[in-house]
């Protein structure tokens, strides 16, 4: 069996780029609007509640997805599994487009953007939102760095200075390798710690003081299924093959680390007593019970079958109840958790909010694209049979 990278030999203007463009117009609008009337005008954010779906979805849930990247070199790469280095590169790619669209959600949702330099200079380090930030900027460096290797490796031969950086770099790869783990690592765990300052605010059902832990843990658990989501969609829709020799291998680690991210999750919610209004009916119950149960307990009960496994269509539903388990569990934190004593309505993100999220999420699809037909990104194998 032989594998390769290479560009994508297909039509690039399909419909379903089309659309992505018109979300892409629709968000940048928006984007428009909100620094022409600023945030008061494009969001229905006010003094008490200061982050929206901006910051729930398009920063905490857009870092949490991006975790395949660090999580399949880690694999791949520190733990020497070479059958994944396959995934490596479509993984990179994700990562590198979803932490340049968080970067971006922050700025956007600043009030005055234009200072965010300030940041570097005006340090507090015993503040959780300046370690995110710190890290989230330098991951994302790293993460350009490792992709240079693909550039190089389509350009190299037209610039001998690409292929200089590319041969320098190799001796030091490991170094950025290790470095996108931990930073990784770092700021994962600080979206959660973030939450901590909040204790009046949040419900039980989510304040812990294991935040940083769980978003960490879940991080994790989301990982390689954003992996498998990813890879089944762009081999779908470009009849390549599943690659299920791969997925099928991933999805068992996942059913290991999705059982200690629930058993914890769990835990932690019975030793305090959250549990209590777990059935009371309200709003919040009712979100975290639709987030524990389609988001985590019956994609674990799936994945721990040795059919579903194995079969590709099965295998991508749970990966995308997953996927949307993680989101929900962010959106839950940061919005649907979060009442504050004195806010006089709930927050409800407004239709500007709303496109601009989809733009952003139409545009990373659309350089993933864009990336993948001029660049050797994705794998080309042969000898593989699908599983349906």
């Known amino acids: 069996m032989s594998h390769s990278a290479r560009p994508v030999d297909a039509p690039f203007w399909t419909p379903g780029v089309l659309v992505m463009v018109a979300l892409m117009i629709g968000g940048g609008l928006v984007l428009l609007a909100r620094y022409v009337g600023g945030l008061g005008y494009a969001t229905n954010l006010n003094d008490a509640y200061p982050w929206g779906l901006w910051i729930a979805v398009d920063v905490a849930s857009g870092v949490a997805l991006a975790a395949g990247g660090f999580t399949t070199a880690f694999l791949a790469h520190i733990l020497h599994r070479h059958r994944y280095r396959e995934i490596i590169r479509p993984a990179l790619l994700t990562a590198a487009l979803g932490y340049t669209f968080v970067a971006f959600g922050v700025f956007v949702d600043i009030g005055r953007s234009w200072a965010i330099w300030k940041f570097f200079l005006f340090q507090n380090h015993l503040s959780a939102l300046f370690e995110v930030g710190m890290c989230v900027l330098a991951y994302l ?79 994790f658990a989301v990982g390689y299924p954003m992996v498998i989501v990813e890879t089944t969609i762009i081999t779908s829709s470009l009849k390549r093959d599943g690659e299920m020799r791969i997925l099928s ?25 959250g549990h209590v209004t777990l059935l009371d009916g309200s709003a919040e119950s009712m979100a975290f019970l639709i987030e524990v149960g389609l988001g985590v307990v019956v994609p674990w009960g799936m994945l721990i079958s040795d059919t579903v496994r194995r079969s590709r269509r099965a295998l991508f539903t749970a990966s995308v109840m997953i996927v949307l388990g993680v989101v929900l569990n962010r959106v839950n934190a940061y919005i649907i958790g979060f009442s504050p004593p004195y806010a006089e309505t709930p927050y409800v993100p407004s239709a500007a909010e709303l496109l601009l999220t989809a733009g952003a999420a139409a545009t990373i699809m659309f350089l993933y694209r864009l990336f993948v037909s001029h660049l050797p990104v994705l794998s080309e194998s042969e000898g593989e049979v699908q599983t349906s």
């Open 249 to 273: 291998p991933l999805s068992r680690i996942t059913a290991w680390l999705l059982g200690a991210y629930l058993l914890l999750k769990i835990g932690d919610l019975v030793a305090r007593g």
């Open 141 to 219: 460096t790293v993460l350009w760095i490792e992709f240079i290797p693909v550039v190089a490796e389509r350009f190299g031969t037209r610039l001998q200075w690409l292929a200089a950086l590319d041969r320098a770099l190799d001796r030091f790869l490991w170094v950025f390798l290790i470095l996108g783990v931990v930073l990784s690592c770092m700021h994962q765990s600080s979206l959660g710690t973030m939450l901590l300052i909040a204790p009046t605010k949040i419900s039980p059902l989510w304040y812990t003081p294991l935040l940083p832990l769980l978003f960490l843990l879940s991080a």
